[in-house]
T-cell receptor, first 113, second 114 residues
Framework: AQSVTQLGSHVSVSEGALVLLRCNYS??????LFWYVQYPNQGLQLLLK??????LVKGINGFEAEFKKSETSFHLTKPSAHMSDAAEYFC???????????FGKGTLLTVNP | DGGITQSPKYLFRKEGQNVTLSCEQN?????MYWYRQDPGQGLRLIYY???????QKGDIAEGYSVSREKKESFPLTVTSAQKNPTAFYLC?????????????FGQGTRLTVV
């Protein structure tokens, strides 16, 4: 079985500060990892994904994430937060013959002026 | 533009009624999914369909039903057996079943029991 743990249901940062959203996963097979963003009352939009190859993945809107197998982590970062980054962020995993996405419970990012 | 359309955006249901949420995609995707989202719970899988005329229960299928008669359509019925139906419902699709690809999502339907 696979699972995702997002540490911190709510993260608050100041505009211009570093954004760090944490994601740890559990998977018995090499994982495929995803970060999605959700704005209020909207669907989910893919930020970035890790499948194979380079462990540092760059996504849209200046976000990136690093796959660390030894730590079973896939933390999302952005060097400088913008007000428009305020949203909920979801980490998800799939892998092997389990093609269904398993989601974490989400982290709400607040950006303060 | 290709995408997934969910309707209606807001839906109100009286207790004891069945309601059907619509999901249509023009992405030519084989696989489709329904998720339920509650505050602080993340997304939980209700039903999924790998291909037309086929579907399987997800993790929380009780009180829900689906059909997949057309490739582009995957409606979800919330029945009176679902005891706590108030939630945000998201429909998604992937190009094929059998690959670990990202899912594309609709804009969601917010269902409220009144």
């Amino acid at each position: 079985a696979q699972s995702v743990t997002q540490l911190g249901s709510h993260v608050s940062v100041s505009e211009g500060a570093l954004v760090l959203l944490r994601c740890n996963y559990s998977s018995s097979v090499p994982p495929y990892l995803f970060w999605y963003v959700q704005y209020p009352n909207q669907g989910l939009q893919l930020l970035l994904k890790y499948t194979t190859g380079a462990t540092l993945v760059k996504g849209i809107n200046g976000f990136e994430a690093e796959f660390k197998k030894s730590e079973t982590s896939f933390h999302l970062t952005k060097p400088s937060a913008h007000m428009s980054d305020a949203a909920e962020y979801f980490c998800a995993v799939s892998g092997g013959s389990n093609y269904k996405l398993t989601f974490g419970k989400g982290t709400l990012l607040t950006v303060n002026p | 533009d290709g995408g997934i359309t969910q309707s209606p955006k807001y839906l109100f249901r009286k207790e004891g009624q069945n309601v059907t949420l619509s999901c249509e995609q023009n992405l030519n995707h084989d696989a489709m999914y329904w998720y339920r989202q509650d505050p602080g719970q993340g997304l939980r899988l209700i039903y999924y369909s790998q291909i037309v005329n086929d579907f399987q229960k997800g993790d929380i299928a009780e009180g829900y039903s689906v059909s997949r008669e057309k490739k582009e359509s995957f409606p979800l019925t919330v029945t009176s057996a679902q005891k706590n139906p108030t939630a945000f419902y998201l429909c998604a699709s992937t190009p094929t079943w059998g690959q670990n690809t990202e899912a594309f999502f609709g804009q969601g339907t917010r269902l409220t029991v009144v």
